[in-house]
Every structure is written in structure tokens, then in C-alpha cells.
């Protein structure tokens, strides 16, 4: 295989294929790179998310492309037969992964959203971004914004916040919570000096954690959010200063 190395044993191979240009040779080497794209408006967070998830369940990837001769992608998984107990394996240490639970990402910035959406996606979460407060909020009543579906639920929102923007998270914060009073909410911010901590419970901010966002730190935090029922006390951590907020 390109990237990965099998085992002796069943595999499911998925393949898609296309008749378009192809790809030089040159090209072909580093499309699993992070941040490598001949998209402008590409970021290269793509095809390496997808690697990463294939090579985490034990699978590979296989790639043949020529220019002019389009571009099939192989991914072998392990098959696994529906009579065997599905067992959810984490070791000491490991990031800990979710299993497509769906998350409300609230980010203003288009391309940051797509990002944050490709993180939670690495980390076996389903990401449904928004840009706005108001449609968010929306499609946790169940309601339809600009010809989208929303989901019948969320377990868990993801509120970005930037530099200068403390009241507008909480206000996000409070119209979410408004909206889906049981849904837990993680705020990522670049800096929890701003925010106090009777602010951040009153709006139901359950953890803070850092921006940039960092998968481990991210998935911990769901985990925590997601696997606590919301009846029980919240618990604010804060990754940004050396104290953590803990509220009764």
C-alpha cells in the first residue's frame, strides 16, 4: 500500500474513482500532507484527515493517478463480521474518540469553521458548522435556515471565541442555551482572562478550553461533556492559565 501496511486477514476496499486530469508524479507524493493543496481556496487539511482515520482503524490507502487518466483512490478496512461484539478499545494515554456523535460548531469565520469541522470529524465526531448565532440556535429548535435540515439533535456545541469577543460568545452562549437548555457547551477561546467564572456557568459553559484548538484538549473536553449527564454540576476547566475553576 501508499500509506499503510496490512495485515493478514478480510478487508472492505472502498473505491472511488474519476475520469479528470490526474495528478503528476510530483503532486501525487504529497497529497496526504498537512496543509498541501492546488486548490486556492483549499486548506490540505483534507485528504490528510482522511488518512489519519483510515490508518487509526488499522486500514490503508492505496492511489493511482496519471495526468489525463483520472485518479482512483483505494481504502482497505478491516472487516469485521456483524456476529462479533463491537468493543470500543482506548489505551492509557490515548486520544479518546467519539462515535459520530453530533456536535453544533459555532464559528464566524468560514475557514476556521471548516477546520475545526475537519478536527471533530478526525476525532470520530459529526460536525455541523454554523456562522451564525441565530440560525445555530435555530436548528437546535429543529427548525430550518436557509434551506438546510436540521438535525434532530445535538450532543454537545463547540462556541469559538476571538480576542475582544467576550460578550458576544456569552450572548451566543446564552442564546443556544435558550434554545437547548441540556446541551452541553464547550467555549475555545485564546485567552479565559476576560471571562469569569459565574459568567461562563450563568450561560451554561460546561468547559473552556484553547484557540487554536488542539485534538487532544478538544477531545477530552467532549468526552467529559458528552459521557456527564447535564443535571450534574459543571465543571470549568480552563487550559489557558495555570488555575482551574472548579464550581459546585
Known amino acids: 500500500m501508499g500509506h499503510g ?17 490526474g495528478m503528476e508524479e510530483a503532486v501525487l507524493e504529497r497529497i496526504f500532507e498537512p496543509f498541501f493543496t492546488t486548490r486556492p481556496e483549499g486548506n490540505g487539511l483534507g485528504l490528510a484527515t482522511v488518512r489519519e482515520i483510515v490508518l487509526d482503524h488499522g486500514g490503508a490507502v492505496d492511489v493511482q493517478s496519471a495526468p489525463g487518466t483520472g485518479t482512483r483512490f483505494d481504502i482497505w478496512l478491516p472487516a469485521v463480521s456483524f456476529v462479533e ?10 486520544v479518546r474518540r467519539g462515535c459520530g456523535e453530533t456536535v453544533l460548531v459555532l464559528e464566524v469565520d468560514r475557514e476556521r469553521l471548516l477546520r475545526h469541522e ?6 470520530g465526531y459529526e460536525p455541523v458548522g454554523f456562522t451564525d ?29 476571538h480576542l475582544h469577543g467576550a460578550s458576544a460568545a456569552l450572548e451566543h452562549a446564552a442564546l443556544l442555551r435558550e434554545s437547548a437548555p ?25 468547559e ?15 468526552a467529559r461533556c458528552i459521557s456527564i449527564p ?13 488555575d482551574e475553576i472548579v464550581l459546585p
Open 5 to 21: 501496511e496490512l495485515v493478514s486477514g478480510h478487508y472492505v476496499v472502498i473505491s472511488i474513482i474519476d475520469s479528470g486530469r
Open 230 to 242: 447535564a443535571s450534574e454540576s459543571l465543571r470549568l476547566r480552563s487550559a489557558i492559565t495555570t
Open 182 to 206: 441540556a446541551l452541553p457547551m464547550i467555549l475555545a477561546t485564546a485567552s479565559a482572562r476576560e471571562f469569569g467564572a459565574p459568567a461562563l456557568a450563568a450561560v451554561g459553559i460546561s
Open 208 to 222: 473552556v478550553i484553547r484557540q487554536p484548538l488542539m485534538s487532544a484538549e478538544l477531545a477530552g473536553a467532549l
Open 118 to 123: 475537519e478536527i471533530l470529524a478526525a476525532l
Open 133 to 161: 448565532a441565530a440560525e445555530a440556535a435555530a436548528a437546535c429548535r429543529g427548525e430550518l435556515r436557509n434551506n438546510r435540515v436540521a438535525p434532530t439533535g445535538f450532543d454537545a456545541a463547540l462556541l469559538c471565541s
Open 85 to 94: 461484539p463491537f468493543s470500543r478499545r482506548e489505551t492509557p494515554g490515548s
